[in-house]
Structures are given as structure tokens and as C-alpha cells.
């Protein structure tokens, strides 16, 4: 699987960004997508996951309430609407597959288990 992660940028703070995430997989039916960052010198975190069937969610609660994660089926894409942005949501982020998803929401913020990882787009936060 491969993953092509775009829509980063510069944004003042309150403004919004939509991030996408392609996947090159003829299924992600058993797959999580999530999307995790990585600020300057600091470790990369979880920001938001989703199972790709039914779609269920969880979030970082830095970010519970101002991102939503999506995903088109039949785009094998997952997005992040970033709203009400921070200065501190300035990060790398990067697209990631668990094609071993356990079905647990509880999972979808365990790094360890993302296996294929886009290559990261930057996301700059003004104040």
C-alpha cells in the first residue's frame, strides 16, 4: 500500500486546512487510516484515527472537537478537516495504514501498529 499524503500550508491561526491521504490498495477493508504529527523536535503523536469499514473514530484530545476525519470508499482516500487551528497544530503529518486493524477504537493510537506511511506534509500554524 502505498500512501500519498497532500493539502498542507501556511494558515493564520483560526483558519482551517483539509488534509488527503490516497491509498494505492484495490481494498482497505480491513485497514485503520489514522493521522499522526510530528512538531519540531518533539516525537511524532496520534492526531485522529478511523476504521475504513463502518468508520469509526477517535481523536487525540488536542484535537477533539476542532478535527474531523473522513474517508471516501470509493476514493480510497482519508481526509483531516482541520479547524480553529493553533499555532501549537504547526507539525508534519503524516497518513498511516494498520491493514490489521483489530477493530478496537481503543488501537487506533497505538503507532506500532500503522504499517505503510505516507511521506508527511507540513502544516504551519501563524499567529
Known amino acids: 500500500v502505498q500512501l500519498q499524503a497532500s493539502g498542507g500550508g501556511l494558515v493564520q491561526a483560526g483558519g482551517s486546512l483539509r488534509l488527503s491521504c490516497a491509498a494505492s490498495?484495490?481494498?482497505?477493508?480491513?485497514?485503520?487510516m489514522a493521522w499522526f504529527r510530528q512538531a519540531p523536535g518533539k516525537e511524532r503523536d496520534f492526531v485522529a484515527g478511523v476504521s475504513w469499514s463502518g468508520g469509526r473514530t477517535n481523536y487525540a484530545n488536542s484535537v477533539r472537537g476542532r478535527f474531523v476525519i473522513s474517508r471516501d470508499v470509493a476514493k480510497n482516500t482519508v481526509y483531516l478537516q482541520m479547524n480553529s487551528l493553533k499555532p501549537e497544530d504547526t507539525a508534519v503529518y503524516y497518513c498511516a495504514s494498520d491493514p490489521n486493524y483489530s477493530g478496537s477504537i481503543s488501537s487506533l493510537p497505538i503507532e506500532s501498529t500503522y504499517i505503510y506511511w505516507g511521506q508527511g506534509t507540513l502544516v504551519t500554524v501563524s499567529s
Open positions: 490498495a484495490r481494498t482497505l477493508n480491513w485497514h485503520a
